[in-house]
């Protein structure tokens, strides 16, 4: 019998720092939940078909939960996110399954900017068809959404060239992450988008998604 990589093996759960890093938290636990509901809203949307896209929640004891590789993400449960090093990207543990070949860049996200609880990264159509270098976005209250007090603002969203090799971009990518918008698009291939929780940054993938088909219905803007 296979034990579950779910059930609680400490004998004293109030010593938080015993806790094993390969068991979720209960926040955690909780946050997987919602993000596997926030995934299924955004399959819907036809913003990740088929095994495209990956996502993960960080846990406060140094490990992340990342969606394994090869999944299809409309079929997504909470099994088959696996329990990684933040330091290396590695499984800490040996599975019959690898994480996602962008763990990497999660980690790096993580390590950057500790606030943050759940990264997505999706290939909403607006924003890989419109976004191919750093650009401006201004008067639209939808900038709100980035921290911005008021949408009398201006904002650059970071484009990043893609690159195939992900544990290199990972490596690399520290300069390219703004700590405010907290988004990191790759041209031609997504957005990465992550928060104090997978809400927070599903919010900042929707209102890029957004801004960047206002663009496309009118250029002159």
Known sequence: MIKSPFVRNSRNPRQHERRDPRVPSPLTRAHLKRL?????LSFAREWHPGTGGNFSVRDPLGSVWVSASGMHKGALGLRD????SLENAQPLEPCYRKPSD???L???IYRRDPSARAVLHVHTPHTVAFLRKPLALSSNEMLKVFGLKTHDATIAIPVRDNDQDMQRLGQDIGPDLDMQLKVLVLA???VYAWGKDPDEAMYRIEALEYLCQLQLLNPSS
Not at 36 to 40: I, K, P, S
Not at 81 to 84: D, E, I, M, S, T
């Open 188 to 190: 031609g291939h997504g």
């Open 106 to 108: 999660h980690c790096a």
């Open 102 to 104: 962008e763990t990497a």
């Open 36 to 40: 596997l509901q926030l995934v299924q």
């Open 81 to 84: 996110f696996l329990a990684v």
